[in-house]
T-cell receptor, first 114, second 110 residues
Framework: KNQVEQSPQSLIILEGKNCTLQCNYTVSPFSNLRWYKQDTGRGPVSLTIMTFSENTKSNGRYTATLDADTKQSSLHITASQLSDSASYICVVSDRGSTLGRLYFGRGTQLTVWP | EADIYQTPRYLVIGTGKKITLECSQT?????MYWYQQDPGMELHLIHY???????EKGDLSSESTVSRIRTEHFPLTLESARPSHTSQYLC?????????FGPGTRLTVT
């Protein structure tokens, strides 16, 4: 069964600190992995997208890593800001259909305190 | 920021009412999607469309229906709302590289 598991479920950190969110997946065949940020009451917004051959990708203070062999990804947030408070969703796409079906994790709810 | 819009953003309605959630995008994307999301849970695909006059049901069974008469417009309709339909509904469209989400409609059925 194709699945995407994220940990931790929730995380509280102080402003300025770093944190790392984890994503494990069993989706096969694998096409790409995306990290989205979803603010409360809003739709998800893409942060990074990585294909099989990419190990790391950065977007400002966000750095995503991918280990396609172990089927693990992480999202590292550097020098957190209050505006980083949101749910971070890991999404994996397969190559099994013309639509490239997306498998969603439940997200990690990050809260940044001042 | 993606040019995909949803209205209304919030809706509180009584049981048995008919409702239509609007979704429109100005990017010319053929592929559009409707997802249902409950708090703390993953997004579930309920409908998708390849293009005009093409609609398919997604993974999660839903009593809603959709239509795609124009490329830019993908409305979702509930003929008779029930409390079990209370949820957040997210519309999305896709190009070859990325999927873009609308801001969502938070539906509450009392």
């Amino acid at each position: 069964k194709n699945q995407v598991e994220q940990s931790p479920q929730s995380l509280i950190i102080l402003e300025g600190k770093n944190c790392t969110l984890q994503c494990n997946y069993t989706v096969s065949p694998f096409s790409n992995l995306r990290w989205y940020k979803q603010d409360t009451g809003r739709g998800p917004v893409s942060l990074t997208i990585m294909t099989f051959s990419e190990n790391t990708k950065s977007n400002g203070r966000y750095t995503a890593t991918l280990d396609a062999d172990t089927k693990q990804s992480s999202l590292h947030i550097t020098a957190s800001q209050l505006s980083d408070s949101a749910s971070y969703i890991c999404v994996v796409s397969d190559r099994g259909s013309t639509l490239g079906r997306l498998y969603f994790g439940r997200g990690t709810q990050l809260t940044v305190w001042p | 920021e993606a040019d995909i819009y949803q209205t209304p953003r919030y809706l509180v309605i009584g049981t048995g009412k008919k409702i239509t959630l609007e979704c429109s995008q100005t990017m010319g994307h053929d592929k559009m999607y409707w997802y249902q999301q409950d708090p703390g849970m993953e997004l579930h695909l309920i409908h998708y469309s390849y293009g005009v006059n093409s609609t398919e049901k997604g993974d999660l069974s839903s009593e809603s229906t959709v239509s795609r008469i124009r490329t830019e417009h993908f409305p979702l309709t509930l003929e008779s709302a029930r409390p079990s339909h209370t949820s957040q509904y997210l519309c999305a469209s896709r190009d070859s590289n990325e999927q873009y989400f609308g801001p969502g409609t938070r539906l509450t059925v009392t």
